[in-house]
């Protein structure tokens, strides 16, 4: 397996980020966003990375291969009485399944939120996304239920497994 590298994402990664996240989004339904990516422009992005490297308690990680960004994975506080979670959300570039890099990645957020007082990690995946729910699984995220009809793509509905993650 090739050396990647994980880290924290830096402002300057933005278009980086962008340009991943646009042709992830473009290779899979899995994600809440298809090829158009998400809808921020690079200021936008670098000012949020900026607020990320920031934080103490929320962290966008990096996954690269020499100079390529090739996944990301998210973790976003929720607020006020709810700041004990984050939201988790990982990606990565399809020609990279397979080979681990999702798990650095979760790795990396599950000791990033035991550091940081973070009690309960919450993630939606697709219901027919088997990879991902073993891979969550594997790290001890148990599912809460299902959201039907979670995802419209097109005319066809995906129903979206809840999972959760307690480090109490």
């Known amino acids: 397996m090739e050396q990647i ?8 990664d933005a278009e980086a980020v962008l340009a991943c996240l646009k042709q992830v989004g473009g290779e899979t339904d899995n994600l809440t966003f298809g090829s ?12 949020f990375l900026q607020e990320q490297q920031a934080s103490d308690h929320g962290v966008f990680l990096c996954a ?10 998210s973790l976003q506080p929720l607020p006020r009485r709810m700041y004990h979670r984050a939201e988790l959300g990982i990606s990565v570039v399809k020609a990279y399944w397979g080979r681990g890099i999702g798990s650095q ?4 957020i ?3 939120a035991k550091a940081h007082g973070i009690e309960l990690l919450n ?5 027919d996304n088997a990879r ?11 599912s809460i239920g299902i959201s039907p009809a979670f995802f419209k793509i097109g005319s066809q509905y995906a129903d979206c497994v809840l999972m959760y993650l307690d480090l109490r």
């Open 5 to 12: 590298m994980i880290r924290e994402a830096l402002p300057e």
């Open 36 to 47: 158009e990516g998400l809808p921020f422009t690079a200021e936008q992005e670098r000012i």
């Open 64 to 73: 690269l291969d020499g100079p390529h960004l090739v996944g990301t994975a």
């Open 105 to 108: 990645l979760l790795e990396q």
């Open 110 to 112: 599950i000791a990033y």
């Open 123 to 127: 993630l939606e995946v697709r219901s």
């Open 132 to 142: 991902a729910i073993h891979l969550y699984e594997k790290y001890g995220f148990r």
